[in-house]
């Protein structure tokens, strides 16, 4: 018994504090907080609920308007008999909301207010209305306007609604802005005027670049009496309260479009100077929300989510491709997104970038919430050539509510100023296995040859990095390196002493590689000694080109030496006697020839002569 005492207690009190803080001349509303849906429709699977019929609003009268309800979880300690409670989102006295009450104007003629259950027709064009889930926790509302004419007209639209979140008739409205452009794309109440993370708010989007809404071109808020006329809601907007009791003057007119402020609201938003082809049509639309969904808070995923909320996904992954000519700072580099995406809200978004921090972001595409088989966009970026620290292709993701998230971009080092150096990982001598180099980077090192590419002896020139891009670089910064030939050794081996005798020595040579001996023979010439003692008469280099010879290919030169020296006794006694038995004339080293033609010393009846 004491507890139905308290509970009686409390809801006297709250009636009794309801009445007092009323605005003047307007019925108290009665708690507009349910455990049921009140026979409202649910909109497809979302969390709002929806009614059309004729209520009566404070102002207009008895129109036909569209009323919502939000369903939200319970937080109380009765959640677990009452799980979900349902908000009202505008005002009435004796039910949940006459809703939101619609009017269209044709060519500046007599303003209409919309019946919005069955259609209403005015100077020939005829207008409807119907609502449609947005996403999950949002409604969309959508006005067909139809030109039966056979001329073209121009129509003006608009949306009233006397505000109230739940029992909360004085709830606090404020404008959303994109954080872009500082554009108000909706209006927002909340339903406590706290700092509390579990409030319930209501958000009316009309703004540009919001998903399933046609942009309005005026709006405004304040005391909820202002600008309900038919004419006023298609945009002749006023500052005047209208006061069918003569007991609230001009002073509220001090709440025209106060934010955040404690004073019985309203709002509206319209559609002016639409034109419609003959015979044609043409849609208007705005979202609608009511719940603990803040459109102002950017979209993050729920890690821990309740059976019944929406699953947000968002997955991106960035990559260039297809880059032959990477390094012309001239020519288009493709990059490629891709992911799957689904936005708690039904929102799409929209993916841009920004190359080296230039002033301009540019939009790769919009992300559509659910799409099938995710989304997948390429583009261009160009690089500014004068540009000479790293390259950074910046991404973000923007809500098209005016909330930006930085994304994972790309960044490639400029080469062309760096300090480049290429060093062996052993000694760069061909030995017939592939070379390890590191090509110093500032701050990386990028290790090429490790395909066996780089063996053959050579001088290579390395573009830091061409075509590498996967590697972090970009641009050219030419660097050399070589590999160079082995020498060889060469032994040179004369099968017995070697006086002159006036034949060719024949030299047994061996190349020494690597440990292993090849052996060949070459034939050297002789010469004639001078007269006096023995003496040295030559110096007989042995040359192994092997660059010529594919069994030594990759070794430099080698050679190895002999010398031939002479006995002159020996020498000039046996060259006298063949002399003197022909007549004829000999070099020094025994060549007979016709006759002396070179300067030099010849034998001839063995005599020496010397031509100069």
């Known amino acids: 018994m004491k507890k139905f005492t308290v509970l009686l207690f409390a809801l006297i009190a709250g009636t009794f504090a309801m009445q007092l803080s009323a605005a003047p001349g307007k019925a108290p509303a009665r708690s507009s907080i349910y ?55 505008t ?34 064009v005829r207008m409807t209305a119907r609502i449609e889930p947005q996403g999950d926790v949002a409604a969309r509302v959508v006005y067909t306007l139809q030109n039966t004419n056979d001329e073209a007209v121009t129509v003006n639209a608009g949306v009233w609604g006397d505000i109230m979140i739940g029992d909360n008739d004085q709830a606090p409205l404020s404008r959303m802005k994109n954080t872009i452009n500082g554009e108000t794309y909706g209006i927002k109440m909340k339903h406590e005027n706290t700092e509390d993370e579990n409030t319930v708010f209501l958000c009316a989007l009309f703004g540009d670049h919001v998903t399933g809404v046609t942009a309005a071109d005026t709006c405004w808020f304040g005391f909820f009496s202002s600008n309900w006329h038919a004419n006023e809601i298609c945009g002749e907007y006023s500052k005047t309260i209208y006061d069918t009791n003569q007991s609230w003057g001009q002073s509220y007119q001090q709440y025209y479009e106060v934010e955040n402020g404690n004073y019985d609201s309203g709002l509206g938003f319209c559609w002016t100077g639409r034109e419609i082809p003959a015979g044609e049509s043409i849609e208007l639309s705005y979202v609608i929300s009511v719940g603990e969904v803040d459109f102002m808070e950017p979209f993050d995923p729920d890690p821990d989510p309740e059976p019944e909320d929406p699953q947000p996904v968002f997955t991106y992954d960035i990559e260039a491709f297809n880059c032959e000519g990477w390094n012309d700072y001239t020519a288009p580099h493709p990059v490629k997104v891709k992911g799957e995406y689904v936005h708690a809200y039904g929102q799409n978004g929209y993916l841009e970038y920004q190359v080296d921090d230039e002033n301009t972001w540019h939009v790769i595409g919009e992300l559509i919430s659910g799409a099938e088989g995710g989304y997948e966009f390429d583009f261009n970026v160009t690089y500014n050539p004068n540009r000479t620290t790293d390259h950074v292709v910046a991404v973000r993701y923007d809500d098209g509510l005016g909330n930006i998230i930085p994304l994972e971009g790309l960044s490639w080092i400029d080469v062309r100023s760096t300090n480049v150096t290429v060093t062996c990982q052993d000694e760069p001598v061909y030995n017939g296995q592939p070379h390890l180099f590191n090509v110093n980077i500032d701050r990386e090192t990028i290790v090429i040859g490790q395909g066996g590419e780089y063996v053959v002896p050579n001088t290579y020139y390395y573009d830091a990095i061409e075509g590498a891009f996967e590697e972090g670089t970009i641009g050219k910064n030419t660097v050399s390196f070589t590999i160079d030939k082995a020498q060889p050794i060469v032994n040179v081996v004369i099968p017995d002493d070697c006086p002159y005798t006036g034949n060719p ?20 010439g002789t010469g004639l000694p001078i007269e006096g003692e023995p003496v040295e008469i030559g110096i007989y280099s042995v040359i192994v080109n092997v660059a010529e010879t594919p069994y030594y290919y990759g070794l430099n030169q080698g050679y190895g030496e002999l010398v031939i020296y002479s006995d002159d006794s020996t020498v000039i006694t046996e060259l006298d006697e063949a002399a003197k038995d022909n007549g004829a004339w000999y070099t020094i080293d025994g060549r007979r020839v016709a006759a002396p033609t070179q300067p030099g010393i010849y034998i001839h009846n063995g005599k020496k002569y010397m031509l100069k």
Do not use: C, H
């Not at 369903?71 to 300690?77: F, G, L, Q, T």
């Not at 303003?111 to 919005?116: C, E, G, I, P, V």
């Open 35 to 89: 455990n049921g849906d009140q026979g409202f429709t649910r909109l497809g699977s979302t969390s709002i609920y929806y009614d059309i019929s004729q209520r009566t609003a404070a102002g207009p009268g008895a129109q036909y308007g569209i009323s919502i309800l939000g369903r939200v979880r319970n937080n109380s300690i009765w959640s677990f008999l009452v799980p979900y409670r349902y908000y009202s989102s």
């Open 91 to 124: 005002y009435e006295s004796n039910g949940p909301g006459a809703g939101f009450i619609a009017a269209f104007q044709v060519n500046g003629g007599t303003a209409k207010y919309l019946d919005a259950k069955n259609g209403s027709n005015q100077d020939g």
């Open 505 to 524: 020595y024949a030299a047994t040579v061996t190349v020494v590689q690597g440990g292993e001996a090849t052996t060949t023979y070459v034939y050297m």
